[in-house]
């Protein structure tokens, strides 16, 4: 046979009559530029997973798209150093040594095609109605009547206004941490408060305070709205808000190569010592239908050791583990499950539970969440709250469910009237010439009578006002700077309405109003400092007496006469009776 004669000047054909780009002509040295290209392949893929972190788990979508990658990097290396973008020539010895990463590509979409596939609601909507069960519950005997001292009168954002707020008083860590997006509302020594963790400002700072690790966590109470910097002896290593090896989830990755890891909550036991939870998920449903929750990491924040715990605490698990605890030291845990898993697990059940069709056509018995939720603190757990609404219907709710973030508990109570957003422009209306904004509600047992309770804030997220709508009749709406007014408030409107609460109004005002005149107390004295910042758009005035070493902070939205103050000008200040401190935060000013 005659040897093969290309023309690479025209880039023609050659004796068979082949393209140049279909001759098999490997570039010089090609063993070698084999061997050069697995070498890169694998550095890269070694530092893709150092910073990928996927679960080497069939069922994580991100091991196939970390696979696909790093197919996708060898097969560019081949025709980069092979410069086939030069030499035309080597275009079938790139497509012969791409074959086997085409091919493993192709398999992983296959793969992920038919796991969807298997696990679509269409075909599975029973299986997807079954990852919940849902009890039917007594509102009068599981929501006892509630005790106003545990109730909580912030959403998470006033919560998080008081947090930025309370950082800002400590010039040593405002200009090194932020509170950081990390937030967790937990049952605390019994009382509902709501956990921030502190992330570092930006790398630089981080790099400057990661050996030490972040020194504090802020508690803000949900009730009493105080909100306190809880200083630790040794600072926190292990936070989502590092880069290399402790940041959280690459640290337990290295640990557990195979679990897939939910989103990380914070969360603090009864001593004050902070842990990090991180959910242990897995899909139920085909490859990656069906999300649901099978354990959880529970690390320590400080030092980085770790325990899997059960979601019920009794041991019942699927993971190939024998490492799962049971014991009582965990029930201090709130936050297993997340509100977003447990929101969609309910309107599986809600939607499929009549099958698929019927979730579109038809809809016989088709129910969903509402557009928002709450939480509640009932039996030293967190429940989630939200109402559920007819498919059909957009104004009022056939009931609501509260679902333990725990254990994923579930019950269901069966109650029409308002929907959520009604009852939320309803005492906005009540109050409309303040323009303030209402939390999302909590349903309350006030006296037997089902009734939404909320917070009225204004534009700076301060809470300045409270509002209680009846469920049932959501024009009738109480209104009070206190809850003992706004009880009684509520109480009055029902009346005119038929319908008599039993609630001793007069004990409430008392206890309400002595708790008040407890907390405050008055320190006088002459100015001899000013200063002032800005946080979060709002000014902030520092003011030291000469009665005092501390600061008072002052903003000015709370005392507008506070712009004017001049050194040399005699103030008395309200502030809390137990404050103490460099800095203390002043109610009021006279």
Not at 168 to 180: A, E, N, R, T
Request: net charge negative; with cysteine; charged share 20%.
């Amino acid at each position: 046979m005659d040897p093969i004669n290309v023309d690479f000047t025209k880039g023609k054909k050659s004796d068979d009559d082949k393209p140049v780009s279909d001759v098999y002509i490997p570039p010089k040295n090609h063993i070698k530029k084999i061997i050069i290209n697995l070498i890169l392949t694998a550095v890269f893929a070694a530092g893709a997973y150092y910073f990928m972190i996927p679960a080497f788990n069939l069922k994580a979508i991100e091991i196939y798209m970390y696979i696909g990658l790093v197919c996708l990097v060898y097969m560019g290396l081949t025709a980069l150093t092979s410069k086939v973008a030069l030499h035309p020539e080597y275009t079938s010895y790139v497509k012969r040594r791409s074959r086997v990463p085409v091919i493993i590509i192709g398999i992983l979409v296959v793969v992920c095609g038919l796991g969807y596939l298997v696990g679509a609601q269409l075909f599975r909507a029973n299986s997807y109605s079954h990852l919940i069960t849902v009890e039917e519950g007594n509102f009068a005997e599981d929501v006892a009547e509630i005790d106003f001292s545990s109730v909580p009168r912030l959403d998470s954002s006033s919560a998080n206004s008081l947090a930025v707020r309370t950082l800002g008083d400590l010039s040593d860590m405002v200009s090194q941490f932020v509170v950081s997006n990390y937030s967790t509302q937990i049952n605390y020594k019994n009382t509902p408060v709501r956990v921030y963790s502190l992330a570092y400002g930006d790398i630089f700072k981080w790099l400057k305070n990661t050996k030490d690790g972040l020194p504090a966590y802020i508690i803000v109470d949900m009730t009493t709205q105080k909100s306190e910097i809880v200083r630790l002896e040794s600072g926190m290593k292990y936070s989502p808000s590092e880069y290399l090896n402790h940041y959280l989830l690459r640290h337990l990755r290295f640990k557990l190569p195979t679990y897939i890891f939910g989103e990380p909550t914070f969360e603090i036991d009864e001593e004050g010592k902070p842990y990090w939870i991180v959910p242990i998920l897995d899909k139920k449903i085909g490859l990656f239908g069906g999300t649901d929750v099978i354990g959880a990491a529970v690390v320590n924040s400080i030092d980085g050791s770790y325990e899997l715990v059960s979601t019920s605490l009794t041991g019942e698990t699927k993971l190939p583990t024998n490492n799962f605890v049971t014991d009582e030291q965990w029930q201090w845990l709130d936050r297993i499950y997340s509100a977003e898993i447990l929101d969609a697990q309910y309107n599986y059940y809600g939607k499929l539970s009549n099958g698929f069709i019927n979730s579109l056509i038809g809809q016989q018995g088709v129910k969903i969440t509402s557009s928002g939720y709450n939480y509640l603190a009932l039996n030293d757990d967190v429940y989630m709250y939200t109402g559920v609404t007819s498919i059909s219907s957009d104004q009022s709710i056939i009931g609501f469910v509260l679902l333990n973030q725990r254990t994923k508990e579930t019950k269901y109570y069966s109650i029409s009237g308002a929907l959520e957003n009604t009852a939320m422009t309803s005492a906005q209306g009540a109050v409309q010439q303040y323009k303030y904004n209402a939390t999302f509600p909590l349903l309350l047992n006030i006296s037997g009578e089902p009734t939404y309770f909320m917070a009225l804030k204004d534009s700076s997220e301060l809470v300045k006002m409270y509002a209680m709508v009846n469920v049932k009749q959501s024009t009738v709406v109480g209104i009070g700077a206190s809850l003992a007014e706004c009880t009684e408030d509520y109480a009055n409107q029902l009346q005119r309405n038929g319908i008599n609460l039993d609630i001793d109004i007069d004990s409430m005002s008392e206890e309400d109003s002595t708790s008040q005149e407890a907390k405050l107390a008055e320190i006088s004295g002459v100015v001899t400092e000013i200063r002032s910042v800005v946080t979060g758009g709002e000014t902030y005035f520092y003011i030291k007496l000469n009665s005092s070493e501390s600061f008072y902070k002052l903003s000015a939205a709370n005392a507008e006469k506070v712009v004017i103050l001049n050194v040399g000008d005699t103030v008395t200040f309200s502030v809390d009776a137990d404050a103490s401190g460099e800095i203390i935060e002043a109610k009021s000013m006279k």
